[in-house]
DNA sequence: GTCTATAATTGGATAGAC
DNA sequence: GTCTATCCAATTATAGAC
């Protein structure tokens, strides 16, 4: 890996760690093992270093969606298997934790692929409940999209429950409870 | 309102918007019109001030939820008028908001109050599950914490899609969506 | 209790040598 | 491309006057 990609990936890291605020441009020289000079001769500051790791993370994050979410199975198993995937789970998402910074959320260029990742979460996962339900899987009548937003939004707020208990425990209990209630139909 | 209050007001804000990494004692300050010596006389650094700003949040956070989990109605409708409740959606929330920041999760003293409150939320959530169980306005046979964990996630979760669409729709969809499912069967 | 002065450290970047 | 030197502002305090 070249010093660019190695920059970018310790930027990756650290703004999953720290965020954008908490995150300094010589923090991820280091973790890089990089000099001042490599890093503002590959990127125009922090931000510009920023959107290409922000971008990057949100890229994989769909392909590793994508992975349970077009594989085999029935609707209500692929999306077991997309909740039930093995997670860092204290160390939340890589992606999601992006929405809490100020920085982020107020520059447009910054929070467009968060919120083109997270938008497409959404729709992927509306089209296999969907088909859960013309499968007759999964109760009809209740609008994919909204359910779809609510099985993301668990995601997300179990990360939040498991970090404030420190114990993945919550987060378990979260995604049991969405699949109880999806599934008891 | 004296210094004091007014410090932890202050703190309040700033750490709701930009967390603790992100912010200063200057500003805090600022925002509190008072000087360094009055912080400083008032509180030996900021850590100890934003430990008075986060028990604080804390406690408001669990005595706005119980005036409607303890209030009238069905325990359908307690949940509900919950969910529902009037929200700055935008903002987030301010005790969840805290868990993604690394210096209040990596202090067990920061960290207490966060998760004492959202522990005591999910307990007061499950009391009313079970309660609306035992009425037989909710499935049986459902573990009351492990729905008690989905109905809060879905909160903390739906900040995080609406803080990435910088929109309130993400949220409302998946309120809509998790009751849908509870009052469906 | 509050103010101003001072200070060590870090943040974020620029300049120029190699 | 990468390195070192330099720079100015912000951060997080401490000291002492009032």
Known sequence: MDTRDQLIDS????LW????VGTS???IQQRAGAGQGSMYHHFSGKRELALAAVRRSADELL?????????????VERITAYLRREREVLRGCPVGRLTQDPEIVADPELRAPVDATLTRLRARL?????EGQAAGELPA?????????TVVAVL??????ARAANSP????QAVSGVLALLTVH
């Open 11 to 14: 930027a990756r890291e650290l």
């Open 17 to 20: 760690e720290r965020g954008y």
């Open 25 to 27: 441009p010589k923090a």
């Open 63 to 75: 392909t590793a969606a994508d992975s349970q979410l077009r594989g085999p199975g029935t609707a």
């Open 126 to 130: 509306a089209e296999v409940l969907g």
């Open 141 to 149: 009548g209740l609008d994919p999209a909204a359910l779809a937003a």
């Open 156 to 161: 997300q707020g179990g990360y939040v429950l």
């Open 169 to 172: 425990v919550p987060f378990d």
